[in-house]
């Protein structure tokens, strides 16, 4: 198999207009995946689809796109601000032999990423992008002139992708009487979202739904949940759902405030779906962050936890291997592939909010599933070029906090995929050992990097 550099968990991303969020690169990208897509060149029409979030960057990048693709004979239909799950659902729709997402999810506005769907409208495999990455160093064979592709802007995309939405949630359910409140992050779902909510019935409460290309996720969004949760308090609103930038993940509020992340939410719904029946095989796939807490939740439900590495391209990988229909990650990305062919913030939510109303309950009593097992994240950023896990001191950090750990938790050291950090992640019942294991294994990274 070929190796992969160029792309992490999620596709390629980085700081705009530095290596590789450049024009220069997007142009060859474009081209490189246009041409794997043409499958051998035939005549037919080949089209790909482009959606992006916010962020400035999105013009520069989604022009340059459009280039390569075109350049190699392939049509363009321009999506404009869509969530990444729309993008996913109109590659397969509109009969396109592939889908490009322009976003860094939940990053910061500098930064931007590139992700691709194949015509199934899922995510593209380690494979795939290995071979589009590896053609990047050879002479990339270009359309005739007379077959140069066309590109054209798409007005309806989101329409399509908000009346799908909608028919998630089972016939005859409306949300009359909830008033919701909705942070999509000043990103891709800035109007997705409330609309398909207050067709719903709800009344809405939008925040952070007015991008002006630099603010999307700055304080607002599902890793700032602070801002909707104070919008639930002051609105009295039934319950709070933040997105993320490109509105594949979700961040649950209750009516008092209080934080739920994605494993509470997993918790629930694979609860009600094996209940009904629903869950294939009794199984939840999630990776390897989940909390022990949901693990022992499913065991005393009589379902299982499948675990995966870290990345929502995973748990969707080892759930069409088993056949699974729900998973996903603590950070919020639920997967359900009834659904959908990536995480989708938006639907999840509804899946929370037909919840509320089946069972005329609070947030309150539908975010706490389970108790958690008290863990431990820091995050420790590296330097270009160093390798902190290799050196002997860190190893032998790891190596001391597992013996200690032993039966009574775990600990996991891992590189982010789209960051340069290093997660020192531990779970322990003790919460003293907790802050002590992790605090010592973080302190020798950061002295090795």
């Keep these: 198999m070929s190796s992969r550099s160029l792309f992490g968990t999620d596709g390629v991303r980085g700081q705009a207009n530095s290596y590789p969020m450049t024009a220069e690169m997007a142009l060859k990208l474009g081209a490189a995946v246009g041409r794997y897509f043409r499958h051998g060149g035939d005549s037919r029409e080949h089209r790909a ?20 693709l ?4 392939m049509n363009v239909l321009l999506l404009g601000p869509v969530p990444t799950p729309a993008v996913g659902l109109l590659t397969r729709s509109m009969r396109a032999d592939l889908g490009i997402m322009i976003s860094a999810s939940h990053n910061q506005s500098s930064d931007n990423g590139i992700k691709f769907f194949g015509p199934d409208g899922f995510k593209l495999s380690d494979q795939a992008e290995a071979e589009i990455e590896a053609s990047l160093a050879g002479e990339i ?7 140069i592709g066309r590109a054209k802007r798409i007005d309806d995309g989101r329409g399509r992708y908000v009346e799908y939405v909608k028919t ?25 979202a409330p609309e398909a909510l207050w067709e719903l019935g709800a009344e809405v409460i939008p925040v952070g739904v007015a991008p002006n290309g630099h603010n999307i996720n700055a304080g607002v969004g599902s890793t700032k949940p602070e801002t909707a949760a104070a919008a639930v308090l002051e609105h009295g609103a039934d319950v709070g759902i933040c997105l993320d930038g490109d509105a594949d993940r979700v961040i649950l509020i209750d009516e008092s405030g209080q934080v739920a992340d994605g494993d509470q939410l997993m918790a629930l719904l694979a609860g009600r779906w094996g209940a009904d029946g629903r869950l294939r095989d009794g199984t939840l796939v999630a990776t390897v962050m989940s909390n022990l807490g949901l693990e022992r939740y499913l065991q005393g439900q009589g379902l299982r936890l499948e675990r995966t590495l870290v990345g929502d391209r995973y748990v969707v990988e080892a759930m069409r291997r088993g056949g699974w229909n729900l998973g996903g990650e603590q950070s ?16 999840a939510a509804l899946q929370f909010l037909t919840e509320m109303v089946r069972t005329r309950r609070k947030a309150s009593e539908l975010v706490q599933v389970f108790e958690r097992c008290p863990q431990l994240l820091k995050n420790v950023r590296y330097g270009a070029g160093s390798d902190p896990l290799s050196a002997p001191q860190v190893q032998a950090a790891i190596a001391d906090a597992e013996a200690r750990l032993q039966d009574c938790g775990r600990l996991l050291i891992r590189k982010s995929g789209t960051e ?30």
């Design 49 to 68: 689809v482009i959606g992006k979030d916010t962020r400035l960057s999105g013009y520069m990048l989604e022009t340059a796109l459009t280039a390569g």
């Design 70 to 73: 075109t350049s190699t004979g």
């Design 141 to 147: 064979r270009l359309a005739q002139p007379q077959n």
């Design 168 to 192: 998630t949630i089972p016939k005859g359910v409306r949300l009359e009487g909830l008033k919701v409140v909705i942070d999509c992050a000043h990103g891709a779902a800035y109007k997705a």
């Design 332 to 347: 919020g990305h639920i997967i359900m592939s009834d659904y959908a062919t990536t995480g989708d913030g938006l639907i």
């Design 420 to 449: 340069p950090l290093i997660r020192v992640m531990a779970e322990c019942e003790d919460e003293a050992l907790l802050s002590e294991l992790v605090d010592g294994v973080a302190a020798e990274v950061e002295a090795a990097s």
